[in-house]
T-cell receptor, first 117, second 114 residues
Framework: ETGVTQTPRHLVMGMTNKKSLKCEQH?????MYWYKQSAKKPLELMFV???????ENNSVPSRFSPECPNSSHLFLHLHTLQPEDSALYLC????????????????FGPGTRLTVL | AQKVTQAQTEISVVEKEDVTLDCVYE???????LFWYKQPPSGELVFLIR??????QNEISGRYSWNFQKSTSSFNFTITASQVVDSAVYFC???????????FGSGTQLTVLP
């Protein structure tokens, strides 16, 4: 595997289910990100992890719970979601995420298409 | 606060035509970076280019070229002799110190017809 991979690619869940999205990067990067992409809206940054520590949490509801067990893996645990949470969830990684370091381009996975019924 | 505006929601062209995708940004920072990403139907965003705020030189890479103009806060992207494989959603993005994150525009859906 190369680059950034995400599983599953598609997920349908009910509002009472609990599920997890998985992201893995094979690039040796130190920073990982979760984004939400809804129809007709810009990408929304949800969480940033740098060296396995959460450094950004953009006012995301608690029904989304991220986990970063090591620098290569990132999870997004989902519980009691709402239909409006249906979207494409994208994972990305970059070499570093340092205060004021704006330079590094991000490498994206193919996303998980989530549908909440 | 920073903002990126891509006013063109959808563009359709016929193969071999040239097409320009517009991007206008807002930031109060003097140091910032601008990016373009391509999102094909498969979903993943593919990095195309990065430009810093101190480098206004235009750049050409094959059929792609970028025009950065600080005076109009624009970073436009031109595809010359478009091909069907260029069909995708293209995102412009901005990264500046005060925001500490990458801010994306809403994207432009480009369809190149054979």
């Amino acid at each position: 595997e190369t680059g950034v991979t995400q599983t599953p690619r598609h997920l349908v869940m009910g509002m009472t289910n609990k599920k997890s999205l998985k992201c893995e990067q094979h690039l040796g990067h130190n920073a990982m990100y979760w984004y939400k992409q809804s129809a007709k809206k810009p990408l929304e940054l949800m969480f940033v992890y740098s060296l396995e520590e959460r450094v950004e949490n953009n006012s995301v509801p608690s029904r989304f719970s991220p986990e970063c067990p090591n620098s290569s893996h990132l999870f997004l645990h989902l519980h009691t979601l709402q239909p409006e949470d249906s979207a494409l969830y994208l994972c990305a990684s970059s070499q570093d995420y340092l205060a004021g370091d704006l330079y590094n381009e991000q490498f994206f996975g193919p996303g998980t298409r989530l549908t909440v019924l | 606060a920073q903002k990126v505006t891509q006013a063109q929601t959808e563009i359709s062209v016929v193969e071999k035509e040239d097409v320009t995708l517009d991007c206008v940004y807002e930031t109060r920072d003097t140091t910032y970076y601008l990016f373009w990403y391509k999102q094909p139907p498969s979903g993943e965003l593919v990095f195309l280019i990065r430009r810093n705020s101190f480098d206004e030189q235009n750049e050409i890479s094959g059929r792609y070229s970028w025009n950065f103009q600080k005076s109009t806060s624009s970073f436009n992207f031109t595809i010359t002799a478009s091909q069907v494989v260029d069909s995708a959603v293209y995102f412009c993005a901005l990264s500046s110190g005060s925001a500490r994150q990458l801010t994306f525009g809403s994207g432009t859906q480009l369809t190149v017809l054979p």
